[in-house]
C-alpha cells in the first residue's frame, strides 16, 4: 500500500509541476532504444545485487536453525547490531546515489572525488561513534533485547565480531551509493556475487568445524538441505 501511494503521489506531483512539458515531442524522445536499455541493464544488476543480499541473510538463519535454536536467537540478536548501523550509513547511500549521478551526469569529476572524501570522512567519524558504542554497551543491548540467560551466553563470544561490523561494513555502504550513482553497476554486481560465494563457503566450513562428536556429520547437512531447499535427507 505504501508503495503505490507514493507513486500515485509522485504521479500527482509531477502532473501539476511538469505536466505542461508533456507533448507528442516528448513523448517520441522517452522511446530511444540504447537509454532504456541501460537503464533496464543497471536495474538488472541492482536486482542480482539485492538477491545475493536476500540469498546471504537466508542462508545464514538456515545455517543457524541447523546448529539449534539458541544459535538462531543469538544469530538474530547479533543481527540488530548491522541493522541499527545500517540505518545512519543507508542515508551515505542515497547521499552518493543522488551527489554522485548528478556530478558523474554534469562530467564534474573533482566535486566527485570530493563527495567521495567527504562521505568516507563523515562515515569514518560514524565508524568510530557506533565502535565505541558497540564496546561499552553491547552486552547490555543485548540483555536489553532478551531476558533469556542462555541466548545471552551463546550471543557474548560473537559480540567483538558485532562489534566490529561498523568498521568492516561502512565502505560497502558508501561504496553501493557511489557505484549507483554512477551507473557502473556491473562492477557492484560482480563484487556483490563474489562476496556472496565467499561467505557462503566459509559459513558452511565454520558449521562442519562447530560440528559435536555425538552429532553425524551427515545429519548436520541433511538438516541444512531440508531448511535451504525442502529436500529430504536420505
Given at each position: 500500500v505504501a508503495q503505490y501511494a507514493g507513486l500515485l503521489m509522485a504521479l500527482l506531483l509531477w502532473r501539476r509541476h511538469y505536466g505542461h512539458l508533456l507533448s507528442r515531442h516528448a513523448l517520441k524522445t522517452l522511446w530511444q532504444r540504447g537509454a532504456l536499455k541501460r537503464f533496464f541493464t543497471v536495474n538488472r544488476d541492482i536486482f542480482f545485487r539485492t538477491l545475493c543480499l536476500v540469498g546471504?541473510?537466508?542462508?545464514?538463519?538456515?545455517?543457524?536453525?541447523?546448529?539449534?535454536?539458541?544459535?538462531?536467537?543469538?544469530?538474530?540478536?547479533?543481527?540488530?547490531?548491522?541493522?541499527?548501523?545500517?540505518?545512519?550509513?543507508?542515508?551515505?547511500?542515497?547521499a552518493g546515489e543522488a551527489l554522485g549521478g548528478r556530478y558523474v551526469g554534469e562530467g564534474n569529476e573533482g566535486s566527485f572525488r570530493r563527495l567521495t572524501k567527504s562521505l568516507f570522512l563523515w562515515g569514518a567519524a560514524l565508524v568510530g561513534l557506533y565502535s565505541l558504542v558497540y564496546v561499552a554497551g553491547g552486552e547490555s543491548f543485548l540483555r536489553l533485547l532478551t531476558n533469556d540467560a542462555s541466548v545471552v551466553a551463546a550471543a557474548l563470544p560473537y559480540l567483538p565480531l558485532a562489534c566490529a561490523i561498523p568498521v568492516v561494513s561502512a565502505a560497502a555502504f558508501i561504496f553501493d551509493g557511489l557505484f549507483i550513482g554512477a551507473t557502473a553497476t556491473r562492477q557492484m554486481l560482480q563484487s556483490m556475487a563474489a562476496a556472496t560465494l565467499e561467505e557462503q563457503r566459509e559459513l558452511l566450513l565454520e558449521i562442519l568445524r562447530s560440528i559435536d562428536e555425538e552429532q553425524p556429520q551427515a545429519?548436520?547437512?541433511?538438516?541444512?538441505?531440508?531448511?535451504?531447499?525442502?529436500?529430504?535427507?536420505?
Open positions: 546471504v541473510t537466508s542462508c545464514f538463519t538456515a545455517f543457524g536453525t541447523a546448529m539449534g535454536d539458541a544459535t538462531l536467537a543469538a544469530n538474530t540478536l547479533l543481527m540488530q547490531f548491522f541493522v541499527l548501523f545500517s540505518y545512519i550509513m543507508d542515508g551515505f547511500a542515497y545429519l548436520l547437512i541433511s538438516g541444512i538441505r531440508k531448511k535451504i531447499f525442502g529436500l529430504q535427507g536420505k
